[in-house]
C-alpha cells in the first residue's frame, strides 16, 4: 500500500511494477506491469492520471482498479468516474 500526499491510496497486487512522476499539478501513476486499486483523493487543484501503456486513465476522486497484462489494459470503476 501506497499513499500519495494528497491522500490517495495506491494498493498493489503481487509482481506489480510502478513509478510516479510529478510536472506541476499533474501526478501521474505509471503502471509498468500488474494491477493496483487505486482510492483517489478529491482533486482540488491538480490531476492524477495513470498510464499503463495502452491506457490513459484521469481521475477526479474515486475508487478504481487497472490491470496491464500481456493482452492489454483492463480498466474497472469500482466507485465514481473515471475518463478514459
Not at 506489480?16 to 493496483?36: F, N
Not at 487497472?66 to 466507485?79: D, Y
Request: hydrophobic content about 35%.
Amino acid at each position: 500500500m501506497v499513499q500519495l500526499g494528497d491522500g490517495t491510496a495506491i494498493e498493489m497486487r503481487e509482481r506489480s511494477e510502478l513509478y510516479l512522476t510529478k510536472t506541476g499539478k499533474e501526478t501521474t501513476i505509471h503502471l509498468s506491469r500488474g494491477s493496483i486499486v487505486v482510492e483517489a483523493a478529491k482533486q482540488k487543484d491538480g490531476k492524477l492520471y495513470v498510464e499503463s501503456g495502452d491506457s490513459l486513465v484521469s481521475v477526479t476522486g474515486t475508487v478504481f482498479s487497472v490491470n496491464n497484462g500481456t493482452k492489454g489494459s483492463r480498466v474497472s470503476v469500482i466507485e465514481g468516474e473515471v475518463s478514459l
